[in-house]
């Protein structure tokens, strides 16, 4: 099992930033690997960003050379800084994690973009 929380999200306008956080506990030393997904109204879950435990990384074209996903494995943790948002952006962020087969999801966090 493993639990995860995320964190960081909110409301900001056009060309700002944030940096969302998912702390990971349980059986993290099983995880394969760790993903920021999004889901806007009306619209399917689509992976935003993902990282392997052997730190390799794969972008949505859409976020690519504004979004850096990165982890800490010291602290469990997986971040996704984000720049350069855009309204397009506004979604609810789930942190995901995959042990062997299975996907593990947090609570998800709402970004907001403004005009």
């Known amino acids: 099992q493993v639990q995860l929380v995320e964190s960081g999200g909110g409301l900001v306008q056009a060309g700002g930033s944030l940096r969302l956080s998912c702390a990971a506990s349980?059986?993290?030393?099983?995880?394969?690997?760790l993903g920021w997904y999004r889901q806007a109204p009306g619209k399917q879950r689509e992976l935003v960003a993902g990282i392997t435990s052997g730190e390799t990384t794969n972008y949505a074209d859409s976020v690519k050379g504004r979004f850096t996903i990165s982890r800490d494995n010291a602290k469990n943790t997986v971040y996704l800084q984000m720049n350069s948002l855009k309204p397009e952006d506004t979604a609810v962020y789930y942190c995901?994690?995959?042990?062997?087969?299975?996907?593990?999801w947090g609570q998800g966090t709402q970004v907001t973009v403004s005009s």
């Open positions: 349980g059986s993290i030393f099983s995880i394969k690997a």
């Open positions: 995901n994690a995959v042990v062997l087969v299975t996907s593990y």
